[in-house]
């Protein structure tokens, strides 16, 4: 396509994470946007397990089992004449670095809070990372179709933990059982609120703010409450700017219930009407890629073996950076240096797959990989040469010894262990005197998954045994001594044949410190 026909399409792009703590909500919000799209024709939760209607976007079996989401999902689908990218993290804070990782593919995140609970550890944390890239956040207080916390409180916690300015696109009246519906200050109505899903309807309101018709929703105390809360808010809160809220320095906030489809679809249509359309990403020699420059770049910031059991595929999840992508394009992988053809490629919904024949800058795709690709690669067109930064990789803090049950499964053992740590949630050592597999994590969750994952795309059953918590500290292999192993601490080597140590605590680290002063040892993150 020519330049003004991709200035068009990349325009259309919107390409956002949802982030929130375990069990606010996210994947159940997740369902409803896909409602919207058209992709699903109904949402189910993923507390239903009985009836196998599980989430669209958990479509790992132990997802299913759990009723948890343990890995990124992408899904795609056009709205209102916008093409929608997307990517269901875990909440799970054992899967934070697959989270962080997706968060460096996207334009903007959602964010979904427990009304009942408020800000949670894994939010904090989440939110600091897209702060700390300046990514538009968009907040939607869920769950107010149960008793919650006063509005006005979940604010004042919003902006003081988290240090955003918040505005509010609109206020609850009522909560739980008491649920009338939502004073819209945005645009300037009332959304009434039925317990089952028969779509939206709203109630006008004069230049003043107060009910156009006759209703008895006047004549409720509670909505004489929420008139007077809406005063304060508008009195004493934050100004609408939508360029702080470009820049990730004020959050929209709303309030809704994804489980009963309350607020989501006024939430989206504000969303497409203030986040931002795919911008220019930085390189490593700093100069900055457009989107719509006519070159094709992207980066691979997941892999994800066995989508498709039955045919054991390993896909490398792309985010296209610049110009578009076309299937049977060459590209150039810039870690090898060498030239690959793209032939077989997919769009995502979930677990349903389509071939691609065309995307562009924004849009997420997967390749069809046979172990080209690592997490971090950058492939682009052309004979300028792009390189975009390596994705962060977290130091593991628990250590796992791991064997085949079956000495004779050990083909199946061995192909299940490369695939699996290739996905980057789990790392693998080996051990230098033994040889001994050794799995490393920062969630003990990480190690029930590949356990069951080994079983169960692998049939291969595994062994695990605990070596605790762990302090991993690299060394430069000409600094090494073999010697320099104890019982205090192990040395093993990562995939890449690098040499690390295993320290008992921080007594056994610093005693070696002592013991070699001119050695450096170093961490990942």
């Known amino acids: 396509m020519n330049k003004k026909e991709l200035d068009s399409e990349v325009g259309k792009r919107r390409t956002f994470a949802i982030i929130s703590h375990p069990d606010a909500g996210k994947t159940t919000i997740t369902e409803q946007l896909l409602l919207f799209g058209g992709v699903v024709r109904s949402a189910g939760t993923v507390?239903?397990?009985?009836?196998?209607?599980?989430?669209?976007?958990?479509?790992?079996?132990?997802?299913?089992?759990?009723?948890?989401?343990?890995?990124?999902?992408?899904?795609?689908?056009?709205?209102?004449?916008?093409?929608?990218?997307?990517?269901?993290?875990?909440?799970?804070?054992?899967?934070?670095?697959?989270?962080?990782?997706?968060?460096?593919?996207?334009?903007?995140?959602?964010?979904?809070i427990d009304a009942a609970k408020g800000i949670e550890p894994q939010t904090k944390k989440l939110f600091q990372i897209c702060k700390m890239r300046g990514i538009p956040i968009f907040t939607f207080m869920n769950k107010l179709d149960r008793d919650s916390r006063e509005p006005l409180e979940l604010i004042a916690e919003l902006e003081e933990v988290l240090g955003i300015d918040a505005y509010t696109m609109n206020w609850p009246i009522g909560m739980g059982k008491g649920l009338k519906g939502l004073y819209d200050i945005y645009n300037n109505r009332i959304e009434l609120y039925h317990s089952e899903d028969k779509g939206q309807?709203?109630?006008?309101?004069?230049?003043?703010?107060?009910?156009?018709?006759?209703?008895?929703l006047a004549d409720e105390s509670i909505y004489q409450q929420v008139l007077e809360e809406v005063e304060l808010v508008k009195d004493a809160g934050n100004e609408f700017d939508a360029n702080k809220i470009a820049r990730g320095e004020l959050t929209p906030v709303f309030f809704g219930s994804a489980l009963t489809n309350f607020g989501v679809k006024t939430f989206l249509d504000a969303y497409l009407e203030f986040a931002p359309a795919p911008a220019a990403h930085e390189t490593v020699s700093e100069k900055k890629v457009q989107p719509d420059d006519s070159g094709?770049?992207?980066?691979?910031?997941?892999?994800?073996?066995?989508?498709?059991?039955?045919?054991?595929?390993?896909?490398?999840?792309?985010?296209?950076?610049?110009?578009?992508?076309?299937?049977?394009?060459?590209?150039?992988?810039?870690?090898?240096?060498?030239?690959?053809?793209?032939?077989?490629?997919?769009?995502?919904?979930?677990?349903?797959?389509?071939?691609?024949?065309?995307?562009?800058?924004?849009?997420?795709?997967?390749?069809?990989?046979?172990?080209?690709?690592?997490?971090?690669?950058?492939?682009?067109?052309?004979?300028?040469?792009?390189?975009?930064?390596?994705?962060?990789?977290?130091?593991?803090?628990?250590?796992?010894?791991?064997?085949?049950?079956?000495?004779?499964?050990?083909?199946?053992?061995?192909?299940?262990?490369?695939?699996?740590?290739?996905?980057?949630?789990?790392?693998?050592?080996?051990?230098?005197?033994?040889?001994?597999?050794?799995?490393?994590?920062?969630?003990?969750?990480?190690?029930?998954?590949?356990?069951?994952?080994?079983?169960?795309?692998?049939?291969?059953?595994?062994?695990?045994?605990?070596?605790?918590?762990?302090?991993?500290?690299?060394?430069?292999?000409?600094?090494?001594?073999?010697?320099?192993?104890?019982?205090?601490?192990?040395?093993?080597?990562?995939?890449?044949?690098?040499?690390?140590?295993?320290?008992?605590?921080?007594?056994?680290?610093?005693?070696?410190?002592?013991?070699?002063?001119?050695?450096?040892?170093?961490?990942?993150?």
């Open 47 to 112: 507390k239903a397990k009985k009836s196998g209607n599980f989430a669209k976007s958990d479509w790992m079996e132990i997802e299913k089992k759990r009723g948890i989401s343990v890995t990124s999902s992408v899904m795609q689908f056009d709205y209102a004449g916008k093409r929608i990218n997307i990517l269901d993290t875990p909440g799970h804070e054992d899967f934070s670095e697959d989270t962080y990782r997706t968060l460096m593919a996207v334009d903007s995140a959602v964010m979904v």
């Open 201 to 216: 309807s709203f109630l006008p309101l004069t230049e003043q703010g107060e009910l156009a018709v006759e209703n008895e």
């Open 296 to 525: 094709f770049s992207g980066f691979i910031f997941k892999i994800q073996a066995n989508m498709n059991p039955q045919h054991r595929d390993r896909i490398a999840f792309v985010r296209i950076c610049s110009g578009e992508f076309e299937r049977g394009m060459d590209i150039n992988l810039q870690r090898t240096g060498k030239k690959m053809r793209l032939s077989n490629s997919t769009q995502f919904m979930a677990d349903t797959r389509e071939t691609v024949e065309n995307a562009v800058a924004g849009d997420i795709i997967g390749l069809y990989d046979t172990g080209n690709f690592q997490i971090g690669d950058t492939i682009y067109t052309g004979k300028s040469p792009v390189e975009y930064p390596k994705l962060p990789q977290f130091t593991p803090e628990l250590f796992m010894r791991v064997t085949a049950k079956n000495v004779m499964k050990q083909k199946s053992f061995h192909k299940g262990i490369q695939q699996l740590v290739q996905e980057g949630a789990i790392q693998l050592y080996q051990s230098y005197s033994t040889g001994d597999y050794i799995l490393g994590a920062v969630g003990q969750l990480q190690f029930e998954v590949f356990q069951f994952r080994m079983l169960n795309e692998y049939h291969s059953e595994v062994v695990l045994t605990p070596l605790g918590h762990k302090i991993a500290r690299w060394i430069a292999p000409e600094q090494l001594d073999e010697k320099m192993s104890s019982s205090r601490n192990m040395l093993v080597k990562d995939r890449k044949e690098q040499p690390l140590f295993l320290f008992e605590n921080e007594f056994s680290e610093r005693w070696f410190a002592d013991k070699y002063p001119d050695v450096k040892l170093y961490s990942l993150l």
